[in-house]
């Protein structure tokens, strides 16, 4: 995948730009708050029709300004070139394809392969599991986009098999007299949840095997010679094997929390409570016993992860992007990186350091200064 050209109107503090890339190791210096995490944001926009900052689209557009518009030219690994066109007005996104409106996420999300690290991706590490079931099942979505009806399907039965134990239950433990209704409808939702949420947690387990043959090796690059070991491992309290008892055991871990869902009132088991986990030297959990800098640094294996299984599922080398990933990075470590780029189509990486633009600049094939939202590039 590589992007040809980028254009932006009203996006962030980027009032006109419109830019062409080459492809290789490109460097956006300059000062924070100059406006290189917002050029990344635009592309990420573009990948997941979403920010990797905020969940509301009118923080993206220019202040006093009604619209943002992100455009970008666009080729994959077999030359064929598309073109991708995103408008953001009045909290809704309206979408091109090649000229033609895309109303339907799965329509759209996996066209722009790319992977991101960002500063705030140590929270993969140490933030919610609900951060890292929304990572996975969204690369799901990017290599099988076919999934998305059993995710639906799935969000639908928990909804409603939530609601129906508020109702069978309107205090806690407390059950309605006469629930014939209830209890029919109760088992109803349970079939249908059983049946979408095996099907999630197979596919679940299934990436996170291929991850991990991705993740170790790459986190073994990065980390010192004497370093560690860290590997994935997909977290569940429904019994993963043998296969064939998956659905057994998930019905069985229902039944025997009913009277714990009783009392809360809520699913208590399944894969909306699964997670990934990070697993240093293949016992302790990295986000309880790594130091900072081993989960710095596996946030971003992580990310090297995806791409990789990108390029290998999808035959197309995904745009990567690293924003200030290399400031808590001692020389050496940097230099492991950058060897891993060095094997991407195209990479951007933004820096304030100037040391560190130098020491990039060597590998690079471009490098931009940015400066309230402008773009120059260094010696043009």
Do not use: W
């Amino acid at each position: 995948m590589r992007l040809k050209r980028l254009k932006l109107r009203d996006f962030r503090n980027y009032e006109r730009l419109e830019v062409e890339f080459p492809t290789g190791i490109i460097v956006l210096a300059g000062a924070n708050g100059a406006g290189k995490s917002n050029l990344l944001e635009a592309i990420h926009y573009l990948s997941y029709l979403k920010s990797f900052r905020t969940s509301r689209d009118r923080e993206v557009v220019r202040y006093s300004c009604p619209l943002a518009l992100v455009e970008a030219r666009l080729a994959d690994d077999d030359q064929r070139p598309f073109d991708a066109r995103l408008v953001l007005k009045s909290g809704k996104r309206h979408v091109r394809l090649n000229g033609n409106d895309i109303t339907r996420f799965q329509d759209f999300i996996g066209r722009l392969h790319s992977q991101f690290f960002f500063p705030g991706d140590l929270s993969l590490l140490t933030g919610d599991p609900a951060l890292r079931r929304e990572v996975l099942d969204l690369e799901l979505l990017r290599l099988k986009p076919v999934l998305l009806p059993v995710f639906q399907k799935f969000r639908n039965a928990l909804k409603q098999r939530n609601s129906v134990l508020k109702l069978l239950y309107p205090k806690p433990g407390l059950r309605r007299d006469r629930p014939a209704d209830l209890l029919k409808a109760l088992e109803a939702y349970t079939e249908q949840l059983i049946g979408a949420g095996v099907a999630i947690i197979r596919e679940r387990r299934g990436i996170t095997k291929v991850l991990n043959e991705q993740f170790i090796p790459l986190y073994a690059k990065l980390a010192p010679p004497e370093g560690e070991n860290v590997g994935l491992r997909y977290l569940s309290a429904v019994p993963l094997e043998p296969d064939d008892e998956l659905t057994a055991n998930y019905r069985r871990l229902l039944t025997e929390a009913q009277e714990t869902e009783a009392s809360l009132r809520f699913t208590t088991v399944g894969p909306h409570r699964d997670d990934l986990g990070f697993i240093l030297n293949e016992e302790r959990d990295l986000k309880r016993y790594g130091s900072q800098g081993q989960q710095r640094s596996a946030a971003l294996t992580f990310r090297l992860a995806l791409a990789a299984l990108s390029r290998q599922r999808l035959s197309d080398d995904p745009l990567l992007l690293l924003d200030d990933a290399l400031s808590e990075m001692d020389d050496q470590r940097k230099q492991r990186l950058l060897e891993i780029c060095r094997h991407h189509r195209q990479v951007f990486i933004t820096s304030a350091s100037q040391r560190e633009v130098d020491l990039i600049a060597p590998q690079a094939t471009a490098v931009y200064h940015v400066t309230d939202g402008r773009l120059e590039a260094a010696g043009g």
